[in-house]
């Protein structure tokens, strides 16, 4: 069976990689920059549409809010990003906002802020396929038609690529990342220039469009909480800043350091293109509403059903390249392959906070350790289940799922800075150097600020978006929380039962007798192997033990046992339901009960066979009964193989393929220095 599915595996995710192969795996900043960060730099391609989308229930004239709105955007994300600088350095381990609240604000924050990234980053893969398959389906209709099965088949394609490991997965995914960015950059530039060198109009394909507006002259408070709105929605292009605080144990040294200028190239890149967008779309005069077939009028006449709605950089880049030029085709097709690979921001950091929530037992142990190709494969696998089935459950709408996001990713900047405010509070107590006391001085004043700006932002996020859909956000934190703190408990449960005594214990004790029993079905070589190892063990009592389920096999067990002259008594035991394993568990229990000092050890002869394909014409009984009486104390299970011939055929089909060598796989050199062959009387054999 493991050779069945070893081979498939081997062709999907390549061949296995040894554990000292691991500083192999590490990224470079260039490598970095696309695994890490693709999430913020792809958010440009939807952020500035989600901003003019709010903006335009109040009509067009509301749009000069934008602007504004960008500043405000920006500030943060230099907020944000000046304050992980500092998360990198005081901790490089790779725990990011988990490991800072866990240390500084008690395990409960640490927990909060670990539920919130974990439901963070399945969102994050959620959001980035759904609106990659939309925007693709705008270009094939099979996509739209089958969006969800198409979500899938990206998800399932994008797991693969990162069980080949973090390394192979960057090289694939950096190449579509700089394209999108560089197309952005001179989209940016070419526009500036045709509008401030050459003086030319640039017209989105919307610009000749009027907006229907839901609510004329808003004022006052209705007019602040609409941009309050527009500024939580602009701010989805802060998602994923935290991943490379998160992931500074996958870069190469000096870790800290170079996940910090990453941190500062990410930030500075989408930051100008976030802004150079919404300059572009207020110079071209696009426009966008939420229900473009209503809200949209061409020549005072709504567009109608059959009207697609571009995205905002879309239209800009057809306003800036001209419709159908290469450079916009270039800059459509990398935008929809980097809204699909925005994921692998995800993928990383899923895995990376899994591992350490695992080593902290809050999660399975088994996403603790790294697969066949040092990647965090359980993780992956995890965090892809996860957004299948959230897409499965949304329909994989991107409009209904980006109402569930940014909530947990302020939750963990706000906790994060307000912890790494304690963790410099905690150090100036101690320092004395006056140089270093004011460097930490001044990282406390950049985390205070981010805290105080991040909260402030989280409490607008939750009420301009609770209603719509941020509440099932808060319900994935809460399910998360209580379900690690669960694991957390059974896990200390299971340390304290199982904890060596310093003193005597029963553990400790020799028990008083050990009564062995040999399960015999009938007498054939297994059977007589398994008798004779029981004999090895010298036990103080011996029996073979058997079921009665078909009365003639029974009897003919019986007769040839006492033809063989077998000094071991044999015992049978009445099974009027013909059943096996529970007249063997009961027997078992019944030993116990009259001599509970005693140790029951039960002797099951196997065989073993060569190939997948004959296990299923053998009953389980044997993995059955080993399986109930794990469950039953003071009972020791042995299983004594016996090999047969096909097996023993597969070991040594495998010893001739290990042994074999490709023809012209050994260099033998120069024919002039090969040692000659023997030769007999009748000339060189051949």
Not at 96 to 107: K, S
Not at 110 to 139: C, F, K, P, Q, R
Not at 171 to 188: E, H, S
Not at 613 to 634: C, D, I, M, V
Request: hydrophobic residues 45%; proline residues 5%.
């Amino acid at each position: 069976m493991s050779k069945l599915t070893d081979v498939p595996k081997r062709i999907l995710i390549g061949r296995a990689l040894r554990s000292d192969r691991l500083g192999e795996t590490l990224l470079p900043k260039r490598i970095a920059l696309p695994v890490f960060a693709s999430d913020p730099l792809s958010s440009v391609a939807y952020a500035p549409g989600e901003v003019l989308l709010v903006l335009s229930i109040a009509g067009v004239s509301a749009y000069h809010f934008s602007p504004w709105i960008a500043v405000a955007v920006v500030v943060l994300m230099f907020t944000v990003v000046a304050s992980y600088r500092q998360n990198v350095h005081a901790y490089p381990s790779g725990g990011g906002d988990y490991e800072v609240a866990n240390t500084n604000l008690g395990p409960k924050a640490g927990l909060t802020v670990a539920s919130a990234l974990l439901v963070d980053y399945v969102l994050t893969v959620a959001v980035s396929i759904a609106s990659g398959i939309e925007n693709l389906g705008s270009a094939i209709p099979f996509v739209v038609e089958h969006k969800v099965l198409c979500a899938i088949a990206v998800i399932v394609l994008l797991t693969l690529m990162n069980l080949r490991g973090v390394k192979e997965s960057g090289k694939l995914f950096a190449i579509p990342t700089y394209v999108f960015v560089t197309g952005v950059f001179l989209m940016i530039a070419w526009g500036a220039f045709r509008s401030i060198v050459l003086g030319d109009t640039m017209k989105a394909p919307t610009a000749d469009f009027t907006i229907k507006a839901e609510h004329q002259g808003l004022a006052g408070f209705a007019l602040v909480f609409l941009l309050l709105r527009a500024f939580s929605s602009g701010c989805a292009a802060l998602t994923g800043v935290e991943a490379i605080s998160n992931g500074v144990p996958a870069f190469r040294k000096p870790k800290s350091k170079n996940a910090a200028t990453t941190l500062a190239a990410m930030g500075l890149l989408a930051v100008t293109m976030f802004c150079g967008i919404i300059a572009l779309a207020m110079a071209t005069n696009v426009r966008m509403a939420e229900r473009p077939a209503h809200d949209l009028l061409e020549n005072g006449v709504a567009v109608g059903s059959d009207y697609v709605q571009n995205p905002v950089i879309s239209q800009v880049a057809e306003a800036v390249f001209g419709s159908g030029s290469f450079l916009f085709i270039v800059l459509a097709a990398a935008t929809a392959l980097v809204l699909f690979l925005a994921a692998n921001t995800a993928y990383n950091g899923f895995p990376l906070l899994g591992s350490i929530l695992a080593q902290d037992r809050y999660l399975p142990r088994q996403l603790h350790t790294r697969g066949d190709r040092l990647a965090f494969s359980n993780g992956i696998v995890l965090l892809a289940g996860a957004a299948i089935l959230l897409i499965w459950i949304y329909g994989a709408d991107s409009t209904r799922l980006i109402q569930l996001y940014i909530v947990g990713v302020f939750v963990s900047f706000t906790l994060s800075q307000t912890g790494m405010v304690r963790h410099w509070n905690r150090h100036l107590a101690t320092e004395k150097d006056q140089a270093k006391r004011r460097h930490m001085v001044r990282s406390r004043a950049i985390n205070a600020f981010g805290a105080f700006f991040t909260g402030l932002v989280l409490v607008v996020v939750l009420g301009t978006k609770f209603t719509h859909g941020a509440w099932v956000a808060l319900l994935g934190m809460v399910i998360f929380y209580a379900t690690m703190s669960a694991i957390r408990k059974h896990y200390d449960r299971v340390a304290e039962e199982i904890a060596a005594p310093e003193g005597p214990s029963d553990d400790t004790l020799r028990p008083s007798r050990v009564h062995s029993v040999v399960l015999i079905s009938k007498i054939h070589r297994p059977a007589l192997r398994a008798l004779g190892y029981a004999k090895l063990m010298r036990s103080d009592t011996l029996e073979a033990l058997s079921v009665n389920v078909d009365p003639a096999e029974t009897k003919a067990l019986r007769d040839e046992w006492e033809r063989r002259g077998f000094t071991v008594p044999l015992k049978i035991l009445d099974s009027p339901y013909r059943e096996i394993t529970r007249p063997v568990i009961e027997y078992v229990k019944g030993l116990r009960r009259e001599s509970p000092r005693d140790v029951v050890s039960v002797i099951i002869p196997e065989y073993v066979v060569g190939h997948w394909y004959e296990h299923l014409l053998h009953n389980q009984s044997a993995l059955r009964l080993k399986g109930r009486l794990l469950f039953t104390p003071g009972v020791m299970v042995t299983s004594v193989p016996y090999q047969l011939e096909s097996s023993e055929v597969a070991k040594k089909r495998a010893r001739r393929r290990s042994e074999w060598t490709a023809p012209g796989s050994v260099r033998r050199g120069p024919a002039e220095h090969r040692p000659k062959e023997p030769s007999g009387p009748s000339g060189p054999k051949r």
